[in-house]
C-alpha cells in the first residue's frame, strides 16, 4: 500500500533530544492530494511535519520520498523535490519581497547564486499566482503578516516542487487571504499534481480543502479518514476533549455553550432565518426556546446545541398540533416571542398558531426592536 504514496512515514517516532512525544505515527500522501493534520494544542502535528522536513531527527521510524529514504538525499536534491512553509519568522536583511521569492530558485542555480532569465520570468509569474505583485520592491521586513506569507508561497512555487509541506500557513491571514492561499495550494494541486502536507487550527478550512485528513490526539494518532467521516460532531468533540459547546458538522463551526435557565423568549424561526436571532440571545446569555422546527430545517442543528428548549419534528414531517400545543407551553412562559419567519407553509403552517398566541397575549416583539432592547439593556 505503501507503494502507492509519493511521501511516506512508516513507525515513526518523533520528539525532542531523545525524548518522544509521539509514536507509531504512519502518514502517506499522494501526488495530486493534501493531505492535513488536525487536533489540539500540544499533540505533535507541528513536530511530525518538523521529522518529516529533517528540521528534526527521528528517534526512530524511517520517512520515504518518492521511493528513497528520506536520509539519503542530499540538501539540494530536497529543496528541489519540497518546498517548506514553517510558522518560524524568515529574519531577512535589506531584501525585497521579491528576493525572498527568488531565493526559491538557488537549489537550480549555481555556486554564485545568479538567476537566468528564465529563472526571473519564473519568480514574476510566482508572485502573480500568489498576487503579490503590489509589493514585490517593497522590504520584506516591512510587509504585513499575510503579505509575507503570500511571499514564502511564492518562494515554495519557485522551487517547482513535488511536495509542499506547512505548518499553519493561514494563521497571520485574513479571510480574504485564507481564502486566496488555499485556492493557490488547491490550484497546485490540480494543475501540477503536488502533493500537500500540512496542518490547520481552522476546522471548516480544513473539511473543505483537504482529500484526507490525519487526526492527533493527546495520546498519539487517533486516525486517518475522508473529510466526510471525521468532522462529525461527536468525533470533533472526542478528538479536542471539549466539555463546553460544540462543533456544527453541518457547518464545519464551533457552537458556544448554551445559556441554562427557564426560557425567556420563544422564537419562532425556520429556513436558517433563526440562527442569528439564536446566537444574539446566546451572546446576551438570554435562554430561550425555539419551535417547531423539523431536524431537516438549516436552523435545527444550531437551536438544538444553544437553545434552552426546543421542539422539533422527525425530518421532513409536517407540525403536529401536539408538538405545537407543547411550544404554547413554553411559548406563555416566556416574556418575549420574536417571529423570523415572513410567511408559513405547507409544511409549517401550523406555527401560524404561535405566532398569533404571541401576539394575542402582547408577547410579540420586532426583531429589530429585541436586539435594541437587549443591546440598551446590556449598556
Not at 503578516?145 to 511536495?163: H, N
Not at 433563526?274 to 431537516?296: C, D, K, N, T
Request: glycine share 8%; proline share 3%; charged share 30%.
Amino acid at each position: 500500500m505503501k507503494d502507492v504514496y509519493y511521501l511516506f512515514a512508516e513507525k515513526l517516532s518523533v520528539g525532542y533530544d531523545g525524548v518522544p512525544l509521539i509514536e507509531n505515527v504512519e502518514l502517506g500522501v499522494r501526488r495530486g492530494e493534501i493531505l492535513t493534520l488536525i487536533g489540539p494544542n500540544g499533540s505533535g502535528k507541528s513536530t511530525i511535519l518538523k521529522s518529516l522536513i529533517r528540521q528534526l531527527r527521528l528517534i526512530a521510524g524511517t520517512v520515504v520520498l518518492d521511493g528513497r529514504s528520506l536520509s539519503d538525499f542530499s540538501d539540494k536534491e530536497l529543496a528541489r523535490t519540497m518546498a517548506i512553509l514553517m510558522t518560524e519568522r524568515l529574519r531577512s536583511e535589506y531584501l525585497s519581497c521579491w528576493d525572498v521569492a527568488a531565493t526559491g530558485r538557488y537549489p537550480y542555480t549555481g555556486r554564485l547564486g545568479l538567476l537566468s532569465g528564465a529563472d526571473r520570468e519564473l519568480v514574476d509569474s510566482a508572485i502573480r499566482m500568489v498576487h503579490a505583485e503590489d509589493v514585490a520592491a517593497r522590504d520584506f521586513s516591512r510587509v504585513s503578516d499575510g503579505q509575507r506569507q503570500r511571499v514564502l508561497l511564492a518562494r515554495a512555487i519557485c522551487q517547482e516542487p513535488e511536495v509542499v509541506v506547512l505548518d499553519e500557513p493561514t494563521s497571520f491571514l485574513d479571510v480574504k487571504h485564507k481564502l486566496e492561499l488555499l485556492d493557490i495550494l488547491k490550484s497546485l494541486v490540480r494543475e501540477r499534481n503536488v502533493a500537500v502536507v500540512m496542518s490547520l487550527h481552522e476546522l471548516d478550512l480544513a473539511e473543505k480543502v483537504s482529500d484526507r485528513v490525519l487526526c492527533v490526539g493527546l495520546n498519539g494518532i487517533d486516525r486517518c479518514d475522508t473529510p466526510e467521516k471525521v468532522f462529525t460532531d461527536a468525533y470533533i468533540r472526542s478528538l479536542y476533549g471539549m466539555e463546553k459547546g460544540s462543533f456544527n458538522s453541518l457547518f464545519g463551526c464551533v457552537e458556544l455553550e448554551r445559556v441554562s435557565g427557564a426560557p425567556e423568549v420563544f422564537v419562532i424561526g425556520g429556513g436558517g432565518r433563526g440562527i442569528p436571532v439564536y446566537r444574539f440571545l446566546q451572546r446576551h446569555g438570554v435562554p430561550f426556546a425555539a419551535g417547531v422546527l423539523p431536524e431537516s430545517d438549516l436552523d435545527y442543528p444550531v437551536a438544538r446545541e444553544l437553545a434552552a428548549e426546543l421542539v422539533s419534528e422527525p425530518p421532513f414531517a409536517a407540525v403536529m398540533a401536539s408538538s405545537v400545543d407543547r411550544a404554547l407551553d413554553l411559548l406563555r412562559a416566556c416574556r418575549r416571542a420574536v417571529c423570523c419567519v415572513e410567511r408559513f407553509g405547507e409544511s409549517n403552517a401550523e406555527n401560524q398558531r404561535l405566532l398569533d398566541a404571541a401576539a394575542d397575549a402582547g408577547k410579540l416583539i420586532e426583531w429589530d426592536a429585541l436586539h435594541r432592547e437587549l443591546e440598551g439593556a446590556r449598556e
